[in-house]
Every structure is written in C-alpha cells, then in structure tokens.
C-alpha cells in the first residue's frame, strides 16, 4: 500500500513527489510518456525566479535527480481510472494507495501541420512568454485568436521587430482590451480570416505560408508562436473529480476534488496562469496537504 499515488511526472507532480518524499511517505508517480512535462519543450527557462537561466530539459532532469535521490519510484504506465476507494488502475495493474495527486498536465493543441514537430525548439514555440526573448529584433508570427494569443502578441510586440498576428477568423475570442491594445501597436500586422497550411525551412523555420480564402502568400518569419488552446487530457478520471467543460478538473480550493483523498495540481486544472512557477507551486500545496491528511 502507498501513501500517495501520483499521476503525471510533470513539474506539478514531480514537486509533489519531493514533498511526500521528504515527508517520509511512500509515493509512486505514473507517467505515461517522459518524466519532465511541457517544459521540456523549453529551449530554455528564463522566467523561473532565483535561477537566472536553464534549459526545459535539464530543469526536468535536476528534479526528476532530486525525486529519485528521495527513492521516488517512477512507473512508466498510463493510468485509466481512479476509483473512489483511491486504487488506481493502470494499463498493467492495480495499485492501492491512501492518497491520490491527479497531475496530469495539459497540452497545447497542436495546429497538426507537416513539420510542426519538426521544427520546435527550432523556431516554432507553444510559450512566447518561455520563448520570446530568443526572438529579439526578429519577425514572428502568432497564430490563434483567444486571450493566449492576444497576450503573446502583446508580449511579442515590445521584443520582435514585427509581429504577425494570424487568426481563422475576423472576430477574435479574446478580450476587447487586448485587441485594443494590440491594435495600437505599429510592428504588429494582422491576417484575418487566415489559416496556416504550410511551415518552410531547412533546419529552422523559415516562412509559413498562410491561405486566405483561396490565395496562398509566403511570410518570412523567424518564429512561430501557436496559441490555439489547451487540450487537457482527464475524462478519465470524471468519475472521482468534477471537470469544467473545457475538460479541466475543478477544485474547491485549488486542490482538492469532490472524492476524499483525490488531489489535483498543475495544469491540469481550473486555472488563470499556467506557468512552470504555478504548476511547483500547486504540486507542493497538493502534497503537503494530502499528507496532512492522510
Ligand atoms: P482559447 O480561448 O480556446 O482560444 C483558442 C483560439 O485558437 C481561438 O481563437 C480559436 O479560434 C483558435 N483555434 C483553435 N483551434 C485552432 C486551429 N486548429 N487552427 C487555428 N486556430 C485555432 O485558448 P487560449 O487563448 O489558450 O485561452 C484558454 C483559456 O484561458 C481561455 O478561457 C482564456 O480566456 C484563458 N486565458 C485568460 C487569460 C487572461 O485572462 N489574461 C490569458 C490567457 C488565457 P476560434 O475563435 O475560431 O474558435
């Protein structure tokens, strides 16, 4: 029997692992793909306080080292259901466990273009606030049309030399005041009505081609930022926690869930900021109080 059973090898539950284990607990985490989370994504982090810079990769791999120098057990399955008396069941076994922490991340969506895998980290990003001092003086393009685009549009515009802003549609789903605000800004272009179908280059990224009804044009860019959502992934787990209707788990404080024993952390739930900072931050709140109240 465990102490804590947690789901996800992200920031979030890797955090919470730290805790539990340096609580004395029994703690194994799943994770169904690579330990680390989206930040592996990261090129690098510059935006973490108290470490002047790092690279996603080696951030994962200094905590994954941090977790298993604790004895964290990782087990690489996919978890498919909790129940309520907290076993959990896994696509290999059943385990038993006093305590659940449901980490499970969320993933950007992906405009699932050819080459878009390709070329990230290569001038294609999912975080413009991770990645955007990389592209100082630069053309970017921005692609989406809700309040995550708008702000990377914003945020861009006071480092590239030139944003484009590329949205479906003529109406943008984020607010009025960061469109308004966006407008006022002379480096940044908007192609409306416009959808990307083509990302060119030979190592890096170097034009996408965007279609506008039925005329194609090339755009020169050095970066693309993709802010077209966020795809949680935690039907799954309905059965043990409420979920909003964009799919993400809802608690009544941040962390915990309509079952007794069963927490949540990271990106993975109802949030307005999903940060590295935000996910450690909930990962430490979700130990220490699953472990005060085992
Ligand atoms: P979002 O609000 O879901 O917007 C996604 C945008 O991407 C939409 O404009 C959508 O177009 C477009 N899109 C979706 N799939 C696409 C595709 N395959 N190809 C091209 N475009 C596509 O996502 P978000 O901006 O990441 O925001 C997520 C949530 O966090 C929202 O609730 C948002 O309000 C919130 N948020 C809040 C703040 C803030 O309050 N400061 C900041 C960031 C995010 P359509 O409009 O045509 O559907």
Same mark, same amino acid.
């Not at 789901?7 to 539950?13: H, I, Q, S, T």
């Not at 001038?123 to 685009?149: L, P, R, W």
């Not at 802003?165 to 407008?183: P, Q, S």
């Given at each position: ?6 789901? &996800?090898? $992200?920031?979030?539950? %890797?955090?919470? +692992? #730290? @805790?539990?284990?340096?609580?004395? !607990? /029994? =703690? ?115 692609? &989406?049309? $809700?309040?995550?685009? %708008?702000?990377? +549009? #914003? @945020?861009?515009?006071?480092?590239? !030399? /030139? =944003? ?131």
């Amino acid at each position: 029997m465990y102490d804590i059973i947690i789901v &996800g090898a $992200g920031p979030a539950g %890797l955090t919470a +692992a #730290l @805790y539990a284990l340096r609580a004395n !607990k /029994k =703690v194994l985490i799943f994770e169904a793909n690579s330990y680390g989370g989206q930040i592996l994504n990261a090129s690098k982090v510059e935006n973490y306080p108290g470490i002047l810079s790092i690279s996603g990769y080696e951030f994962s791999h200094t905590l994954y080292e941090q977790v298993k120098n604790l004895g964290g057990e990782i087990h690489y399955e996919t978890v498919i259901r909790v129940n309520e008396d907290k076993s959990v069941i896994t696509n290999e076994n059943t385990y038993n466990t006093k305590a659940v922490i449901l980490a499970t991340g969320s993933i950007h969506r992906k405009l699932n273009i050819e080459h878009e895998q390709d070329f990230l980290g290569k001038g294609i990003s999912y975080c413009a606030t991770c990645d955007g001092n990389f592209f100082k003086d630069k053309v970017v393009a921005v692609n &989406g049309g $809700g309040n995550s685009a %708008l702000e990377d +549009a #914003l @945020y861009l515009s006071s480092i590239a !030399k /030139k =944003v484009y802003v590329i949205h479906r549609r003529e109406e943008f789903r984020g607010e009025a005041y960061l469109l308004d605000e966006l407008k006022s800004k002379s480096n940044v272009i908007f192609y409306l009505n416009s959808t990307i179908s083509s990302l060119v280059g030979n190592d890096c990224l170097e034009k996408i081609i965007v279609k506008k009804e039925n005329e194609e044009m090339e755009l020169l860019v050095d970066g693309l930022f993709i802010a077209i959502g966020q795809e949680p992934k935690n039907e799954c787990f309905s059965n043990v926690c409420d979920i909003n209707e964009k799919g993400y788990f809802l608690s009544s404080d941040g962390v915990h869930t309509k079952t007794k024993g069963i927490y949540v952390a990271g990106d993975a739930r109802e949030k307005n900021l999903r940060q590295l900072t935000t996910a450690v931050s909930d990962g430490s709140i979700a130990a220490t109080t699953a472990i005060r109240e085992l």
